[in-house]
């Protein structure tokens, strides 16, 4: 009985982010999409270069599909929850809520990122283009930092408004400004100081390792760090959201 009831609330959850025909539109369009790869895939010395290409955030039709739905869900849908107080109706549910948090992180973050990624694997497949599991691990390590910045924020200011302008000049100057300083380095030759800016815009190194320098290490690093940092947000978000007066 408790299984079917919690089954029953993250179908509520679930149905509010995925009215038709939402994902009858977004994983053919996911998939579709990533004829942009082949676009930028070579054979030959430019193959991997093409790959990063293909992958690259705004670029990838497939990624900024993902990190839109992602941003949508959490912050037009709980964040509007939030704002209007309406989430104490769902906090007042016969389910814990450490678990009713686990369904709507799951429903807002972890399905698009799923849909991506399945899709991305899929067409790899059927194309024979084969995809470095580093460069997956790249985007899913940023796009759970950034979307976790974001549920964060969403929390914290309760405003869906004020959260979008605040995450968009986080991220947004993390990403700029840190593929400015990955640029301004490689220019320099210094690529032992990009073990500490890597994690803010990887895919500058992975341009660049693309077309001759070895930067595998660095983007580990950045990797590694983006994922902690996804951690911590993600804790945070959960401490904030588990104090909510009901």
Do not use: C
């Not at 070895?214 to 590694?224: A, D, R, T």
């Amino acid at each position: 009985m408790r299984l079917s009831r919690g089954f029953q609330i993250f179908r509520i959850v679930f149905r509010e982010r995925y009215r038709e025909p939402t994902l009858e539109l977004v994983l053919p369009t996911m998939l579709v999409a990533n004829i942009f790869l082949s676009a930028f895939y070579e054979r030959g010395n430019f193959s991997l270069l093409g790959v990063v290409l293909g992958f690259t955030p705004v670029i990838s039709v497939a990624e900024t599909l993902a990190f839109a739905l992602g941003l949508r869900n959490v912050i037009f849908v709980t964040g509007d929850h939030v704002y209007k107080g309406s989430i104490i109706s769902f906090l007042t549910m016969p389910v814990r809520r450490e678990i009713f948090f686990l369904y709507i992180y799951f429903a807002d973050v972890v399905i698009p990122w799923a849909l991506w990624l399945l899709t991305s694997l899929l067409y790899s497949q059927l194309s024979g283009i084969r995809v470095p599991s580093l460069l997956l691990a790249t985007f899913t390590s940023g796009y759970f930092f950034s979307l976790n910045v974001v549920f964060l924020l969403t929390i914290l200011l309760k405003s869906p408004g004020v959260a979008t302008l605040t995450s968009m000049f986080v991220l947004g100057s993390i990403f700029v400004f840190g593929g400015a300083l990955g640029y301004y380095q490689l220019i320099q030759g210094n690529t032992s100081l990009l073990y500490l800016s890597s994690f803010s815009n990887p895919y500058v190194l992975w341009i660049a390792d693309s077309l001759g320098r070895n930067l595998i290490s660095q983007i580990i690093s950045g990797v590694w760090v983006d994922g902690v940092l996804a951690v911590l947000a993600l804790l945070f978000a959960f401490f904030r959201f588990r104090g909510l007066e009901p």
